[in-house]
């Protein structure tokens, strides 16, 4: 490569829980910059799920955050102008990013009033290994089985 790597940014834990990983949540919610709003809607969904299942929160989110994160994606990859879809491992950053973005997407398409009880909603869904974001890991995880035979072409 030409250039040199680009250096990892430094988050900041976030103020309540003391959490990178949490912040870095946040940081996906947010739009438009808007970091404080994002930060609201996050501790109130947690304060939701807490009132739901009378355990920790932060706990809840973290099991429901595993439970969506995937282990494995294809990959379109063009040999001999035929398009295979090969499957392959994730970085672990990837896959806590692709997980948090499921996650937060399909939280997004719900339907109740505020994007905190959509957020709660969808937490406590994938807490207990249902709701969309735990079936768009399992459809990943199935894609990803019927294009075993393809691995041989990793790059």
């Given at each position: 490569?030409?250039?040199?790597?680009?250096?990892?940014?430094?988050?900041?834990?976030?103020?309540?829980?003391?959490?990178?990983?949490?912040?870095?949540?946040?940081?996906?919610?947010?739009?438009?910059?808007?970091?404080?709003?994002?930060?609201?809607?996050?501790?109130?969904?947690?304060?939701?799920?807490?009132d739901?299942?009378?355990?920790?929160?932060?706990e809840?989110?973290?099991?429901a955050?595993?439970?969506?994160?995937?282990?494995?994606?294809?990959?379109?990859?063009?040999?001999?102008?035929?398009?295979?879809?090969?499957?392959?491992?994730?970085?672990?950053?990837?896959?806590?990013?692709?997980?948090?973005?499921?996650?937060?997407?399909?939280?997004?398409?719900?339907?109740?009033?505020?994007?905190?009880?959509?957020?709660?909603?969808?937490?406590?869904?994938?807490?207990?290994?249902?709701?969309?974001?735990f079936?768009?890991?399992?459809?990943?995880?199935?894609?990803?089985?019927?294009?075993?035979?393809?691995?041989?072409?990793?790059?």
């Amino acid at each position: 490569m030409r250039k040199a790597k680009p250096k990892k940014r430094i988050i900041l834990p976030d103020p309540k829980f003391n959490d990178v990983m949490v912040t870095k949540f946040v940081n996906n919610i947010m739009l438009k910059g808007k970091k404080s709003i994002a930060f609201e809607i996050f501790y109130h969904a947690v304060e939701i799920i807490e009132d739901k299942t009378k355990e920790n929160g932060i706990e809840v989110w973290k099991q429901a955050l595993a439970n969506v994160t995937p282990a494995l994606e294809v990959k379109s990859r063009r040999i001999g102008g035929a398009t295979f879809q090969i499957p392959t491992e994730l970085r672990p950053e990837r896959k806590q990013s692709v997980g948090m973005k499921n996650l937060i997407n399909f939280a997004r398409k719900r339907h109740e009033k505020t994007m905190s009880e959509k957020l709660a909603a969808e937490i406590l869904a994938a807490y207990k290994e249902e709701g969309s974001a735990f079936k768009r890991k399992e459809d990943i995880h199935k894609m990803a089985e019927a294009n075993k035979a393809f691995s041989h072409f990793r790059f």
